[in-house]
């Protein structure tokens, strides 16, 4: 009680100092004319004294603050709310389902391609849990974007279908060029349980697949993309057995980690670690960049990376890493090859479908084997050998313990007599196809000048011949 009347006779005082301190100062104003100097003095410092206390002191009544405004921020959908449980005990796919409805069904933002809902980023929030999920999981229809589904584990239950998607972007029904736009899949584990696979992206646009791991897919992808456009899987790991290489069931590795049948999509900074194929590429256009295959060996049936597109190839892959599996391409047109490891006797195939080869740079890789000479390019004409052959550059690379192969090489041989063979079999990649020869005879007593020239260019193999015997030495320069 004695501090409640303190509270409350605060404001009384103050309210006596001000007045007392106002009276001063109108006194001092008033009676300023008749006082004498010293006195007038003595009253201005009062007043300004005055003045300074009462700017100083605290408002009587101070105004209520201000309510902050209220910031719309995303819709979060958060799905143990609808019923999910994150134990992975039970079968939480009516749950999750109801809440990518409800988000698909959310307020728009407008729209991003024509049909395309702007959702304004709503997010379908896992809440970090394990869920079983027992058939994929699809918006209602297609006409969503603007979409994240983060932060869980979903695993496949013991009867989900074998030839489906735990996650699937698509819509048979929907006659849109794109039925769905930037959707980002992020910060997920997906456990497909030897059953499906993990993620079908199809006629999809401008689609993030960011920081996930897919394991345990199928005799089928671990990711599809097919058709549409840009799809970007980047800081993932794809296997489709958890093991960290030397796996004792690495001859039975099936599927395929990532398959693109569409243009103008990206891997990039991702880990393959156990599949058949690690990544299948029907589609132009696409980018590889820091790649790392482990999976299955070649020496085993396996491959890294499969370009199955003869005759018009239009892919790059760059700065990857090849271990102990390599690269297939067929009929290769337009394709780069560079700034690549690898490893463990890894090489590269061109494969003639029609016979086709065509604006193909394999240059500034590293190569490194087990010394037994096993050639880092090698050519399958089982079909049929390679006749058209243009614009393809095979040099630059470093090789350790296997077979250099190039389509530039250069060479020497020293001689007494009229005639000097290079041969260039070792080296070059394709068989008797040499097209341009450069060469230098320098001969090596005083005062000889033979006349000499190219006799033969065949079978790999480049002759030099001279009018009169002559200790020389000639070097060749050649090109395929």
């Known amino acids: 009680m004695e501090l ?3 509270q409350m006779a605060m404001p009384v005082c103050l309210a006596m100092i001000m007045s007392l301190m106002v009276s001063q100062v109108v006194f001092a104003e008033k009676y300023s004319g008749s006082m004498s100097p010293h006195d007038r003095k003595l009253a201005e410092m009062q007043a300004l004294k005055a003045s300074l206390v009462r700017r100083n002191l605290p408002a009587i009544v101070s105004p209520p603050p201000t309510p902050p405004q209220a910031v719309p921020g995303p819709r979060v959908y958060q799905v143990i709310s609808y019923g999910a449980d ?6 939480s796919t009516d749950a999750i389902l109801k809440a990518m409805e409800e ?18 980023g709503a997010r379908i929030d896992l809440q970090g849990g394990s869920y079983l999920i027992s058939r994929p999981l699809r918006f209602p229809s297609a006409g969503a974007g603007n979409l994240l589904i983060s932060g869980g584990t979903l695993r496949a239950s013991n009867d989900f279908p074998m030839d489906r998607y735990l996650i699937e972007l698509n819509d048979e029904k929907s006659k849109q060029q794109y039925i769905f736009e930037y959707i980002t899949l992020r910060d997920l584990l997906i456990d497909c349980n030897y059953r499906g696979g993990a993620i079908a992206v199809i006629n999809s646009l401008r689609t993030s697949i960011d920081n996930c791991y897919i394991t345990r897919f199928g005799d089928t992808n671990g990711i599809l993309v097919k058709r549409g456009h840009e799809t970007y899987i980047r800081n993932s790991f794809l296997g489709q057995h958890i093991t960290a290489g030397g796996d004792s069931g690495e001859r039975n590795f099936s599927g395929t980690a990532v398959n693109l049948m569409g243009n103008d999509n990206a891997v990039t900074d991702t880990v393959i670690f156990s599949a058949r194929i690690g990544v299948m590429i029907s589609g132009q256009a696409n980018l590889l960049s820091g790649v790392h295959c482990y999976n299955k060996a070649t020496g085993f049936g396996g491959t890294g ?12 892959i760059v700065n990857s890493y090849m271990d102990y599996t390599g690269i297939v391409a067929e009929d290769p047109v337009q394709l780069q090859i560079s700034g690549t490891f690898f490893l463990g006797d890894a090489f590269i195939v061109l494969k003639s479908i029609t016979g086709l080869v065509r604006g193909v740079n394999i240059v500034d890789n590293m190569f490194s084997g087990s010394g037994n000479g096993v050639p880092i390019v090698q050519l399958d004409q089982t079909n049929t050998a390679f006749e058209a052959v243009d614009q ?6 470093s090789v350790n313990g296997m077979g250099a192969r190039s389509t530039v090489a250069k060479g020497s041989v020293d001689g007494n007599g009229t005639s000097w063979t290079v041969d260039f079999n070792p080296v070059l990649l ?3 196809m040499i097209n341009h020869v450069q060469y230098t005879l320098v001969a090596s007593e005083a005062g000889a000048f033979p006349v000499h020239a ?3 260019v065949s079978g790999n193999r480049v002759v030099v011949e001279t009018n009169a015997p002559v200790a020389a030495t000639v070097y060749v320069t050649v090109t395929q």
């Open 4 to 6: 409640r009347k303190t």
């Open 305 to 316: 990376i499969y370009l199955n597109l003869p005759g018009l190839t239009q892919n790059r």
């Open 86 to 91: 994150p134990t992975g005990k039970l079968d």
């Open 103 to 120: 988000a698909f069904d959310g307020p728009s933002h407008g729209v991003l391609m024509a049909g395309i809902n702007d959702l304004g």
């Open 392 to 397: 393809v550059v095979v040099d630059r690379n």
């Open 430 to 432: 394709f068989p008797d």
């Open 454 to 456: 190219v006799r033969n």
